[in-house]
């Protein structure tokens, strides 16, 4: 399983979208249906590319179809409610957590990879972790019945 926790990615785009070869394994990684989960600055390091501040463009992972855009103006954290409004590598629909985010909803899934800008309080809601180590032993398990552990 990869964690991408949240963070600022903006003050390093440059270096890393000069990480190729990491670039390319985490993208393999997720096509070989393993188990990510990002927030924030992770979810933002899985989109195609982060565009700064002066406008230019910053090649990222490139598992989603967006474009991180960064603005000078800030955005105020806050506590927000999620719900999970299907199954996922975070648990079952319905599940309700909390979390601080400065955007609500935003959020991306993809097989086993789910990234959203809301960073959660783990400790809140304990099930989250179980369902995503499930998930990880699940996918290895799949891939090692095809000789591709």
Known sequence: MLY????????YDEQLAGKVAMRKAIRAFAERGRTIY???GGM???TQAIRDCGGCLHNMVGL??????M????????????????????????V?????????????????VLAR????HFAGQPMFAAAL??????????????GRG
């Open 4 to 11: 991408l926790g949240g963070g600022y990615p903006e003050p």
């Open 117 to 120: 800008y809301t960073h959660l």
């Open 64 to 69: 989603f179809p967006a474009e991180a855009v």
């Open 133 to 146: 180590v499930d998930s990880a032993k699940r996918a290895a398990g799949r891939l090692s019945d095809f």
């Open 71 to 94: 603005e000078k103006s800030g955005l105020a954290l806050g506590y927000r409610t999620v719900e999970l409004s299907q199954t996922c590598v975070l648990g079952v629909s319905g």
């Open 38 to 40: 990002a927030e924030c």
């Open 44 to 46: 933002m390091y899985l």
């Open 96 to 112: 309700v957590a909390r979390g601080t985010s400065s955007i609500a909803l935003r959020w991306f899934r993809l097989d086993q």
